[in-house]
């Protein structure tokens, strides 16, 4: 019986002894790379895209959020919560979007790790939620979907490098300006091209219904008006009522809309719901809206990611 028991808490002395060094190891910068080296830490991979594009080789980015997460509800693990406390720089994106993150953000913050909350700074709009021909509603919340107005992502990049120049040390300023200047053309490059494919769009035609309130920005910045979506709310976490959906078919049928874009990282459940709810005619057209893909599965990168949503939506919103 001794044997066993010692046997034991030979184990579970082992199993304490490992935890503590991976911590250990998180800690000293040893997990993950040199720690002689800058860190910065991103909680969203669309930012942490951002950021990469701006730090380059300047520093090491490690990003929390896996490629096709849902940014309402990705968690972290202890070791993630350590590397955030561990960081030089803290980029994330705010206004809520991160529901299960921002505390171990706010505690970073708290320790003394310099913290910039991308959404925030980027003019944010207030949710307007409800069906057009409905009551109109104003949350009173801030949107954090600005990443879907590249003139946004623009001001939020030129933000994180003065962010990054100012609180890592370390890094060649002029580097991570030339960095911040290339890429600042090919998001103005975007913007043209969005311009163009979106003009393309009927007057009567530029009418969008999604699974939830996420596209905002986009409709703002190109003419485009949100007809309503299936979860009339900006999370992902919200579930639709049956008053909300049959709201949201009298909607559409009274604005002639056929197409519903629905998130590609989530089910279209509630998409095909609708679907049924009017007859079976209506197209579900898949978008990248709050995840970056895999590199070479669609959405690698923002800009890949705008692209083919913009290419998406244009086709199913002119489309019969």
């Known amino acids: 019986m001794s044997v066993r028991v010692g046997a034991a808490r030979i184990r579970a002395a082992l199993v304490t002894l490992i935890s503590f060094s991976v911590l250990a190891a998180t800690a000293t910068g040893c997990a993950g790379g040199d720690r002689d080296r800058p860190r910065i830490v991103v909680t969203t991979n669309i930012l942490g895209d951002i950021t990469r594009e701006i730090v380059g080789d300047e520093a090491d980015v490690k990003v929390l959020m896996r490629a096709n997460a849902d940014p309402h509800s ?38 003394g790790v310099a913290t910039f909350a991308a ?10 939620t409800g069906q057009e021909g409905g009551p109109e509603q104003e949350s009173g ?39 911040a200047t290339r890429y600042d053309g090919q998001l103005a490059d ?15 035609r530029r009418a969008l219904v999604t699974n939830h309130h996420v596209f905002g920005y986009l409709a703002d910045r190109f003419g485009l008006r949100v007809i309503g979506a299936v979860i009339p709310s900006g999370t992902t976490l919200a579930s639709p009522s049956s008053s909300d959906l049959r709201s949201l078919t009298r909607a559409m049928e009274e604005a002639g809309v056929r197409t519903v874009f629905a998130d590609s990282s989530q089910p279209t459940k509630l998409a095909e719901v609708l679907r049924q709810e009017m007859g079976g005619d209506v197209d579900v057209v898949s978008l990248y809206s709050e995840s970056l893909t895999e590199k070479g599965k669609g959405a690698g990168t923002y800009l890949e990611m705008m692209r083919a949503n913009t290419s998406a939506m244009a086709e199913g919103l002119t489309g019969d």
Do not use: C, Y
Request: aromatic fraction near 6%; charge should be negative.
């Open 141 to 179: 919340e801030p949107d954090p979907h600005f990443w879907t107005d590249p003139d946004r992502v623009r001001k939020a990049a030129g933000l994180i490098a003065d962010q990054i120049t100012e609180h890592v040390a370390g890094v060649d300023e002029k580097a991570v300006r030339s960095n």
């Open 190 to 204: 975007l913007t043209a091209w969005m311009e163009k494919s979106f003009a393309a769009v009927p007057e009567n």
């Open 119 to 128: 959404g925030e700074a980027a003019d944010p709009l207030t949710f307007h």
């Open 74 to 111: 990705f968690g972290l693990s202890a070791v993630q919560a350590a590397e955030l406390e561990n960081a030089d720089l803290v980029v994330h994106n705010g206004l809520g979007l991160e529901e299960n993150v921002l505390r171990h953000v706010e505690a970073a913050r708290e320790s």
